[in-house]
């Protein structure tokens, strides 16, 4: 068993284990846990400090998962858009395929709430979306995800790595994942030995916090770019946690400097259990705007809306930068409030030929 497997198997899981750490009522515990997983592994808790604080809030169980009567299981309708078990296919070019139900940790906002942790995807489910992949010839880029795909041991990885590259019409393996920060010890040198056999091989990875960016998780990902896989980020915007202008300013900043590059800030999704965590359209906004001009162009995310029922995303910018726009002239807000007119260019009036002179001679 690798380090990283040791780690994870000392997981805090059991509700009896998670009330005894955190002195949380047992009883709370097992009702939440028995709806909604727990996994803390021992990397993970170590980032905590106290209660309540932002890593806390992301992983240890709370009882008003139980209570929220706005969220739904499946908020992007993921199932609707799902031909086989562990595909889901909404846009023509672009595929998801599932490759487990296991994390490195179980985050409480999870969108996938309703299997991570709990239902399993098999060997042969993930067959099954291979095949499928091979099918549609109009599938150029393929999302790994589930739960976490590194997750799995390097064997079956490199074994669905092997199946999707010797698709021919497959250009892109994109892989999305919480284990660099969060059981960065998973990044080891044969993990990425492997991976760098399998490009164009990209990465999306979940931080949502700057205390996430610890030495070990800026050696996993150094490990990654130096197999030449172009890191993103992904962070959900999550109430009491990160949800003020300086603390994503942070993150941004701590991103780009171990090479990382900002990708997206998700307004949360309506996730059933998670209803306490979610922050107002205008907090993102806000934090859009704050951003604007005071860090490099490079840290700043594009912050978006995955809109439910399955409408995809849609990028969301602060209304004021755009104050009007004409035939003339688009007006300007900058990010210091100062207004600048940008000229439209002028377009020679169509020509008319019947009036014309020359075209009557
Ligand atoms: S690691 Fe990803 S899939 Fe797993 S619980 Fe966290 S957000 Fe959900």
Known sequence: MERWQHILKKSLIKA?????????????????VAEYPARINPYFKSLIKEKDDPIYRQVVPDEQELFDQVGIDDPLNEEGDSPVPSVVHRYQDRALLMLTHQCPVYCRFCTRKRFVGKVAISREMVRKGIDYIRAHEEIKDVILSGGDPLILKDKELEEILKGLREIPHLDIIRIGTRVPGALPQRITHKLCRMLRKYHPLYMNINFIHPREITDEVA????????????????????????DDPEIIKELMQKLLAIRVKPYYLYQADLTRGTEHMRTPVECGLEIMKGLQGRISGMAIPKFVIDLPAGGGKIPMLPPDFVIDMNEREVLLKNYEDKIYSYPQPEHEPEHDKVGCDDCLR
């Open 16 to 32: 009896h284990q998670l009330s005894a750490e955190f002195e949380l009522d047992s009883a709370k515990m097992e009702r939440v």
């Open 219 to 242: 050696i996993a990902c150094g490990r990654l770019a130096d197999a030449g896989i172009p890191l993103g980020s992904q962070t959900v915007l999550l109430r009491g946690i990160n």
